[in-house]
């Protein structure tokens, strides 16, 4: 009953080249989509979000991209650099600012980028 | 600028112990959440509050209890530990607005034997 997927645990990517970190979700209330970042021994820290009333945002070398009707978003990372080397958790919630206050987290994709 | 502050980071309890997870914020948030992080698993929550006095279940409360009876202030007490209950607990929070931005602590790491 996994409502948010990462179905890729790892990913290795050269640095400098492009990292895809994919995320899949079934709940189709879901319309806020948020990334993390953690590092070993430290808490999840913000990356980036995307509203479901777009398809792409963008922030430095961070991109995300939401289909909707795929129910599919991703995290496109160029260039990787090796800092970006942490674990990624995809997010989704049923609307920012609800006072549900729940976000559904995926497992997580192991990113590691080798120079 | 502390933002979230967890105590312990590490902790070995015996079955059948009880203890309480601290945890702290000094951004005067609104929103805040207990989770824990199992191996390969993603965050589930535990507990969330909405604000000083108001508190409700996540996905996964069964064995927990929490209060909070400040805004900085968002306690959660585990009785009669088990081993199902080892596990990486984050707490974190977030203002007002809720965006969705959480701001989580190191974690606490609780191994129970």
């Known amino acids: 009953d996994q409502q948010v997927k990462q179905n890729s645990p790892s990913l290795s990517v050269q640095e400098g080249r492009i990292s895809i970190l994919n995320c899949d979700y079934t709940n189709s209330m879901f319309d806020y989509f948020l990334w993390y970042k953690k590092y070993p021994a430290e808490g999840p820290t913000f990356l980036i979000s995307i509203s479901s009333i777009k398809d792409k945002n963008e922030d430095g070398r961070f991109t995300v991209f939401l289909n909707k009707s795929a129910k599919h978003l991703s995290l496109h990372i160029v260039p990787s650099q090796p800092g970006d080397s942490a674990v990624y958790f995809c997010?989704?919630?049923?609307?920012?600012?609800?006072?549900?206050?729940?976000?559904?987290f995926g497992r997580g994709t192991q990113l590691t980028v080798w120079p | 600028n502390a933002g979230v502050t967890q105590t312990p980071k590490f902790r070995i309890l015996k079955i059948g112990q009880s203890m309480t997870l601290q945890c702290a914020q000094d951004m005067n948030h609104n929103y805040m959440y207990w989770y824990r992080q199992d191996p390969g698993m993603g965050l589930k929550l535990i507990y969330y509050?909405?604000?000083?006095?108001?508190?409700d279940k996540g996905e996964v409360p069964n064995g927990y209890n929490v209060s909070r009876s400040t805004t900085e202030d968002f306690p959660l007490r585990l009785e009669l530990a088990a081993p199902s209950q080892t596990s990486v607990y984050f707490c974190a929070s977030v203002g007002a607005a809720n965006t969705g931005e959480l701001f989580f602590g190191e974690g606490s790491r609780l191994t129970v034997l």
């Open positions: 509050s909405v604000g000083a006095g108001i508190t």
């Open positions: 997010a989704a919630s049923e609307g920012r600012g609800s006072t549900l206050g729940r976000l559904y």
